[in-house]
């Protein structure tokens, strides 16, 4: 089976552009969520989606927005790129939103803001 | 708040045992483990859910000490593919399904 997939793998943009970011999760699952990852450092929560509705928010600014769509797969949007969004971007999928789902991460969009 | 694991990094020679430690400021639900290696994505290892029972990786072992709020990740008879960076995500009572993950462990394993 097809794991979690994402799309663009790289991408390069300058400070005041914006960048849409796909994910496709695991056949069955339905519930995805979205994370940052600074070089050293772990990733860090930027929202959770199931059945099309936004089920939580981190820390990130109002530049940050994603949706999910009725297949289950999802965008990151991000406006106004700054010099410090320069990251890997993970995507986890799991069934469902709950406790102690176990997400799976997909291989991450690697993006770079000169 | 962030967990703090311990140690930041480990060497070993193949064979060897490690522990990790990640500990937890707030009352946790469950603790997800999961390797990085360099430039791929996180695989997941094992999750500890509140209450004791685990699940995940059949060579490798971790508990939950719920007293404390902090968890252990056991490697024994280390191999060299544990080589990697590895990461506690603590999810919270207050938030399902939200992962925080601590700053990470570099293990590396020499022959």
């Known amino acids: 089976d097809a794991g979690v997939t994402q799309s663009p793998t790289h991408l390069i943009k300058t400070r005041g552009q914006h960048v849409t970011l796909r994910c496709s999760p695991i056949s069955g699952h339905k519930s995805v969520s979205w994370y940052q990852q600074v070089l050293g450092q772990g990733p860090q929560f930027i929202f959770q989606y199931y059945e099309k509705e936004e089920r939580g928010r981190g820390n990130f600014p109002d530049r940050f927005s994603a949706r999910q769509f009725p297949n289950y797969s999802s965008e990151l949007n991000v406006n106004a790129l700054l010099l410090g969004d320069s990251a890997l971007y993970l995507c986890?999928?799991?069934?469902?939103?709950?406790?102690?789902?176990?997400?799976?991460f997909g291989p991450g969009t690697r993006l770079l803001v000169l | 708040q962030q967990p703090v694991q311990s140690p930041q990094a480990v060497i070993l020679r193949e064979g060897e045992d490690a522990v990790i430690n990640c500990s937890s400021s707030k009352a946790l639900y469950s603790v997800h483990w999961y390797r990085q290696k360099h430039g791929e994505a996180p695989v997941f290892l094992m999750i500890l859910l509140k209450g004791g029972e685990q699940k995940g990786h059949e060579k490798i072992s971790a508990s939950f000490n719920e007293k404390k709020q902090q968890s252990s990740l056991y490697l024994t008879a280390s191999q060299l593919s544990y080589s990697g960076t590895y990461f506690c995500?603590?999810?919270?009572?207050?938030?399902?399904?939200?992962?925080?993950f601590g700053q990470g462990t570099i293990l590396t394993v020499h022959p």
């Open positions: 986890a999928s799991s069934l469902a939103s709950g406790y102690q789902e176990t997400q799976y």
């Open positions: 995500g603590t999810e919270l009572l207050t938030s399902y399904g939200k992962l925080t």
